[in-house]
């Protein structure tokens, strides 16, 4: 089941999602937070308004464009990745031998990064010069709990979305710690919908990023250093995690900084990210976009 968050005669509603039919089916519940926290994936007919939608007459937001708390975020976790930013000059402290973490690198994006999906990235030029990309899948927890053992993780998974994890590198390096390079407004578009974990094989999907139609970066999840049990398992040690937060994952090889020149996005610049099962996020990179 896909499940969005949009707009229609300026009210915000959730809905599950007809992609054949390019139709949305408003639900009943007053947003996703409340669909994931008591109604969860298990929605009949019943639960829906007595609506159908065209969706090309609703603006899609976020999914969830409001996370109660910042989005968890996993860096380095694809090997490839993991040696093109060793080797980019980037990473403050990198140590040639040590390009891949024992541990998963967490770090969060506050929840006021989020945008939906075709909404407007600010570059911030007055703060960077040096904005990248990075297409991500992203967990959305829908039961909660801590010290969640490896192989009851994927029970506490509401659905899966995509994420990209939007990063002013020359504040990523010069900080030293990632927070200010992940936090600028705007950085972490998400959608276009929820697909429930039922179905979905997390462990198999391919993801993809173009900007401006040129292929970027293009992997599997099957990839990840750290899947998403493990991720589940190590976040939720001592720490609980609630329903509605949100697990970026990481992202593949083929960021920005990859390039020798680095390929930093520029005003007008188009990105799609996409992963199979789930669908395509597109925003456009704009200088100066108006404060929401």
């Not at 390009?99 to 994006?109: H, I, M, Q, S």
């Not at 493990?230 to 992202?251: C, K, N, R, V």
């Amino acid at each position: 089941m896909k499940l969005a968050t949009f707009i229609l005669d300026g009210r915000e509603r959730v809905g599950i999602v007809d992609v054949d039919a390019g139709r949305v089916h408003p639900l009943t519940a007053p947003g996703m937070l409340d669909v994931i926290a008591t109604v969860g994936a298990d929605m009949t007919l019943a639960d829906r308004a007595n609506e159908s939608i065209a969706l090309a007459d609703v603006q899609l937001l976020a999914p969830i464009p409001r996370p109660a708390r910042n989005i968890f975020c996993v860096g380095k976790n694809y090997r490839a990745h993991a040696m093109e930013f060793a080797s980019s000059g980037y990473e403050a402290g990198s140590t040639k031998g040590s390009e891949v973490d024992p541990y998963p690198a967490v770090f969060t994006k506050p929840a006021s990064t989020v945008v939906g999906p075709d909404a407007a990235v600010d570059l911030h030029p007055a703060v960077t010069a040096e904005v990248d990309y990075e297409g991500e899948l992203a967990v959305i927890i829908g039961r909660g709990g801590r010290n969640i053992r490896r192989g009851d993780a994927l029970a506490h998974v509401f659905g899966y979305t995509i994420v990209n994890d939007v990063t002013a590198r020359d504040r990523q390096k010069n900080h030293k710690q990632w927070f200010l390079g992940k936090a600028l407004d705007t950085f972490c578009p998400m959608g276009p919908w929820i697909v429930t974990a039922d179905e979905l094989d997390v462990a198999n999907m391919d993801i993809e990023t173009r900007v401006n139609d040129e292929v970027r970066q293009r992997a599997n999840t099957r990839d990840l250093i750290f899947d998403v049990p493990s991720l589940i398992e190590t976040m939720s040690a001592g720490l609980t995690l609630q329903p509605g937060d949100i697990i970026a994952t990481g992202t593949p090889a083929g960021v920005g900084i990859g390039f020798n020149p680095p390929r930093f996005l520029r005003d007008g610049d188009v990105v799609s990210v996409a992963i199979a099962g789930i669908g395509v996020m597109t925003n456009t990179f704009r200088n100066n976009v108006s404060a929401v």
